[in-house]
């Protein structure tokens, strides 16, 4: 790849590095101007790979190819600018991208969606144990209520949300989603990309979305007080909601939600179900970590949730009420078969899934 970007023109370059990310499976694309060229990076099962450099003649033509690609604006460089485009192929891709100048130059990162990705997936492949898959599913069951996903950032959440969407949208319910921005294609379902730049803020599409007659709604993220009050008065009056929280573990989700002013008595007559997860790769199925060409020789292939899944019965709405403590959730929850992320990595690594390197990695380092 090196020789192929030292005399290639910015569409052959743009393909091919689109080609390849393709065939390692890269979910992340990042072109980032340096004083001498380009940097390309690719994240690939969630860790970042150096590629290539690109020599710096070919930057703003690159730039110029992939703003032409994705119906962004050529002529503006100077403030963040976002984009998509599809590719077709055996596996056709929806591509995202986000444009945003730097000291040296605009950089490029692009995110690449299979489109067949949620179409194709269950809670079980997506590495849920089957006493969470019972959970989930109980909870999904219901004609109201809160789930939560949470977790940090690139750990699965909104693919979680959207397979339980997919197992709803049997139902022929009517479901509508609030995205920033719209990851997954989802066939039947209205998705509603904000735009909080533009005024379109979660709080304000789900005022909206109100009265669009829906069943079930999908908040791809409870950013704020507002927005948190909002979903919760929506649960509350006869509608399934969805929506992730950045918390370091599933029951953390309480207290930060108490914290955001939501009211326990809200709270504790809403809240259905927390899942807390994160993303692990997992063991080459092809050569069990001695490396291969179809891991490329990483001795990894592929990536599995590890979680944590907690239904809200009567004795934690009590805590709610209460405001107990995280640790007091915890120790309630544990009583009664609770098993924490940290437990189901290493289920999941007696059971040959992943490894201690791995789980160790996503947990604590």
């Known amino acids: 790849m090196k020789e192929i970007m030292s005399y290639a023109s910015a569409v052959e370059v743009v393909d091919t590095l689109i080609a390849h990310a393709v065939y390692v499976k890269a979910s992340d694309i990042h072109c980032d101007p340096q004083g001498s060229g380009v940097l390309v990076r690719m994240r690939v099962h969630g860790i970042m790979e150096e590629i290539t450099t690109i020599p710096k003649k070919l930057h703003e033509e690159i730039i110029a190819r992939l703003k032409i690609l994705a119906g962004a604006r050529t002529d503006l460089h100077i403030i963040p600018q976002d984009g998509r485009w599809k590719v077709e192929g055996d596996i056709p891709y929806n591509i995202r991208i986000s444009f945003m100048p730097t000291y040296h130059g605009e950089n490029a990162v692009m995110r690449l969606l299979p489109i067949h990705t949620v179409h194709d997936v269950s809670f079980a492949k997506l590495g849920f144990t089957p006493d969470h898959e019972r959970s989930i599913y109980k909870a999904i069951a219901k004609t109201s209520g809160l789930i939560l996903v949470t977790g940090p950032t690139g750990s699965g959440k909104t693919t979680t949300l959207h397979t339980c969407l997919v197992e709803k949208a049997r139902e022929s319910l009517s479901i509508i989603t609030l995205e920033d921005p719209i990851e997954y294609e989802l066939p039947g379902i209205r998705q509603v990309y904000v735009r909080q730049a533009q005024g379109m803020t979660f709080a304000h599409g789900l005022r909206s979305a109100l009265r669009q007659d829906p069943d079930v709604i999908m908040v791809g993220e409870i950013r704020d007080s507002e927005t948190a009050r909002v979903a919760i008065h929506t649960a509350l009056t006869g509608h399934l909601v969805l929506s992730t929280l950045h918390t370091n573990s599933s029951l953390e989700a309480i207290p930060r939600l108490i914290d955001m002013g ?94 201690h390197t791995e789980v160790q990695r996503v947990l604590y380092e």
């Open 262 to 355: 939501i009211d326990p008595y809200l709270l504790a007559s809403t809240l259905r179900l927390v899942i807390g997860q994160r993303l692990v790769r997992t063991v080459c199925s092809g050569c069990n970590l001695s490396g291969c060409e179809m891991c490329r020789q990483s001795g990894y292939a592929g990536r599995a949730v590890i979680a944590e899944v907690c239904e809200i019965d009567s004795r934690l709405k009590e805590m709610i009420l209460k405001k107990a403590s995280s640790a007091s959730y915890q120790s309630y929850a544990r009583s009664k078969g609770f098993i924490s992320m940290a437990e189901d990595g290493i289920e999941k690594i007696e059971w040959g899934v992943t490894t």
